[in-house]
């Protein structure tokens, strides 16, 4: 937000340094000191901001219209990221308002030179500087009430020395060019070879924005997506590289980042929503949600666990018997358990003079991870029969609206009778599972069969006629 009036700072002081110009003389006097200047202060200012007002503008127009598909969006992607782009768009519009009008006044007045003598700059700065002491130290004390306490005095002594010390330096100091200012001068040092020496070796640079194209493509797509041309040249030859432990181990440092637009946020809870089978009773399933509950609150990591089996005395919580819900409450991540994490310099008793500093970049202890957490959870709620369904309660309740049930992805058997039955045996057996695909996960199926049933069959007319034969007189 601060680039343009950085921009147009920066564009203003150049040519207050660069460009001949004169101030307003006083007033029936015409001396100028003898030299012919055509330009006073304010025509300088106001050249400098309409030389660069125009790219300004052009560079906001190009970054608000890089928005619009942003605008565009429906759904829930509308309702997270609409708000973001209206909030950039606003404050970047905002920025540019200031950068053309407000920018360009603050810096005719605080860019002016002054011609203060030290006596005058010296009682200036000290009366600035009493009046930012006695006006912090009434804010400190009796604005924020902190009574006998704290006094106040050293930090409003502090910041009127400082503020008393700036004015005083704005009173004495002069406009020097860009060139000849020691920072400046560091800082072309440094980049004037580094600018020589790319544009002389252009094909070696161009290796660099290259090699972070790739990676980059690494990191979004997956390794072993990336490297099916190597793969299949290695193939050819008769090497299978995929074997190796270093292509292994590079799949698994780059698994890639899915294709999925909203990736789900951090809720700071869990909802386990295990299924048994359709046929089960309800005292079956209240004793699985108690083992359950009881499972789950030994992880230590786990505040509060609450469970609910079947629906409530509501039509819109249709939820069968054999649906149970566990909301299940994590405490702060600052209290999460540490483990142990080997390093290279665990096991060297040489460096023990320096293991404090190894310790401090390579720490040998980390945080439990939320997949770890969750993968232990996991495996102390496994009851056989019973299938684990591992979300959030917002991703949940928006999950289930967008598709209908409890996955991001799922397929319906529309067939029936004996070949649904054969179909779904796959199925069923593969639960356990994990995805062969890059991005795999758990295999679920939703078991619907066993469903206890009354079939009624009504009976034609003819045979209700004739077991009732008064019936079948007309009256």
């Given at each position: 937000?601060?680039?343009?009036?950085?921009?147009?700072?920066?564009?203003?002081?150049?040519?207050?340094?660069?460009?001949?110009?004169?101030?307003?003389?006083?007033?029936?006097?015409?001396?100028?000191?003898?030299?012919?200047?055509?330009?006073?202060?304010?025509?300088?200012?106001?050249?400098?901001?309409?030389?660069?007002?125009?790219?300004?503008?052009?560079?906001?127009?190009?970054?608000?219209?890089?928005?619009?598909?942003?605008?565009?969006?429906?759904?829930?992607?509308?309702?997270?990221?609409?708000?973001?782009?209206?909030?950039?768009?606003?404050?970047?519009?905002?920025?540019?308002?200031?950068?053309?009008?407000?920018?360009?006044v603050?810096?005719?007045?605080?860019?002016?030179?002054?011609?203060?003598?030290?006596?005058?700059?010296?009682?200036?700065?000290?009366?600035?500087?009493?009046?930012?002491?006695?006006?912090?130290?009434?804010?400190?004390?009796?604005?924020l009430?902190?009574?006998?306490?704290?006094?106040?005095?050293?930090?409003?002594?502090?910041?009127g020395?400082?503020?008393?010390?700036?004015?005083?330096?704005?009173?004495?100091?002069?406009?020097?060019?860009?060139?000849?200012?020691?920072?400046?001068?560091?800082?072309?040092?440094?980049?004037?070879?580094?600018?020589?020496?790319?544009?002389?070796?252009?094909?070696t640079?161009?290796?660099?924005?290259?090699?972070?194209?790739?990676?980059?493509?690494?990191?979004?797509?997956?390794?072993?997506?990336?490297?099916?041309?190597?793969?299949?040249?290695c193939?050819?030859v008769?090497?299978?590289?995929?074997?190796?432990?270093?292509?292994?181990?590079?799949?698994?440092?780059?698994?890639?980042?899915?294709?999925?637009?909203?990736?789900?946020?951090?809720?700071?809870?869990?909802?386990?929503?295990?299924?048994?089978?359709?046929?089960?009773?309800?005292?079956?399933?209240?004793?699985?949600?108690?083992?359950?509950?009881?499972?789950?609150?030994?992880?230590?990591?786990?505040?509060?666990?609450?469970?609910?089996?079947?629906?409530?005395?509501?039509?819109?919580?249709?939820?069968?018997?054999?649906?149970?819900?566990?909301?299940?409450?994590?405490?702060?991540?600052?209290?999460?358990?540490?483990?142990?994490?080997?390093?290279?310099?665990s096991?060297?008793?040489?460096?023990?003079?320096?293991?404090?500093?190894?310790?401090?970049?390579?720490?040998e202890?980390?945080?439990?991870?939320?997949?770890?957490i969750?993968?232990?959870?996991?495996?102390?709620?496994?009851?056989?029969?019973?299938?684990?369904?591992?979300?959030?309660?917002i991703?949940?309740?928006?999950?289930?609206?967008?598709?209908?049930?409890?996955?991001?992805?799922?397929?319906?058997?529309?067939?029936?009778?004996?070949?649904?039955d054969?179909?779904?045996?796959?199925?069923?057996?593969?639960?356990?599972?994990?995805?062969?695909?890059?991005?795999?996960?758990?295999?679920?199926?939703?078991?619907?069969?066993?469903?206890?049933?009354?079939?009624d069959?009504?009976?034609?007319?003819?045979?209700?006629r004739?077991?009732?034969?008064?019936?079948?007189?007309?009256?």
């Open positions: 937000v601060s680039d343009m009036g950085i921009i147009m700072t920066e564009n203003i002081y150049r040519r207050l340094t660069t460009d001949s110009w004169r101030t307003l003389p006083a007033s029936g006097s015409t001396d100028t000191g003898g030299v012919r200047q055509d330009k006073t202060y304010f025509d300088v200012v106001c050249e400098a901001s309409t030389e660069v007002g125009g790219a300004i503008v052009t560079a906001v127009v190009n970054t608000v219209i890089s928005f619009i598909p942003v605008f565009a969006l429906t759904g829930p992607e509308g309702k997270m990221f609409r708000p973001l782009a209206y909030t950039k768009t606003f404050a970047i519009a905002a920025s540019v308002i200031l950068a053309i009008t407000v920018v360009p603050l810096s005719y007045y605080l860019l002016k030179p002054v011609t203060w003598s030290r006596r005058r700059s010296l009682l200036i700065g000290g009366l600035a500087g009493v009046a930012a002491m006695i006006a912090l130290r009434f804010a400190l004390v009796w604005g009430d902190l009574g006998t306490t704290w006094t106040g005095w050293p930090t409003a002594l502090g910041v020395l400082l503020v008393g010390a700036l004015v005083y330096r704005m009173g004495r100091e002069q406009l020097i060019p860009l060139e000849e200012n020691r920072v400046s001068q560091a800082i072309f040092k440094v980049y004037r070879p580094t600018l020589c020496w790319v544009l002389a070796h252009k094909g640079f161009l290796t660099i924005p290259v090699c972070l194209m790739a990676l980059g493509g690494t990191v979004w797509l997956g390794f072993d997506f990336v490297g099916i041309p190597i793969s299949a040249t193939r050819v008769g090497f299978d590289i995929t074997e190796t432990n270093g292509w292994q181990r590079l799949e698994q440092t780059f698994p890639g980042i899915g294709r999925e637009f909203m990736p789900p946020l951090d809720e700071g809870s869990l909802l386990y929503m295990p299924s048994i089978l359709p046929s089960a009773s309800l005292t079956l399933a209240e004793e699985v949600i108690k083992q359950q509950d009881l499972a789950i609150r030994t992880v230590p990591e786990v505040r509060d666990v609450v469970g609910k089996v079947g629906r409530a005395e509501s039509s819109l919580d249709p939820a069968p018997i054999s649906m149970i819900e566990t909301i299940v409450t994590l405490i702060p991540e600052d209290d999460w358990r540490m483990l142990s994490q080997p390093r290279w310099h096991e060297q008793v040489w460096l023990n003079w320096c293991r404090p500093a190894l310790r401090y970049v390579w720490p202890e980390r945080r439990i991870t939320k997949a770890e969750l993968e232990e959870l996991n495996q102390k709620a496994a009851i056989p029969g019973v299938l684990p369904t591992w979300l959030q309660p991703q949940t309740r928006l999950v289930m609206l967008q598709t209908g049930f409890r996955a991001m992805m799922g397929v319906k058997n529309l067939r029936c009778g004996s070949e649904r054969r179909t779904n045996r796959p199925a069923n057996g593969a639960d356990s599972q994990e995805g062969a695909r890059r991005g795999g996960c758990r295999r679920r199926s939703a078991r619907r069969q066993a469903v206890p049933r009354i079939r069959r009504p009976r034609s007319r003819r045979t209700v004739s077991q009732h034969p008064r019936h079948s007189r007309r009256h």
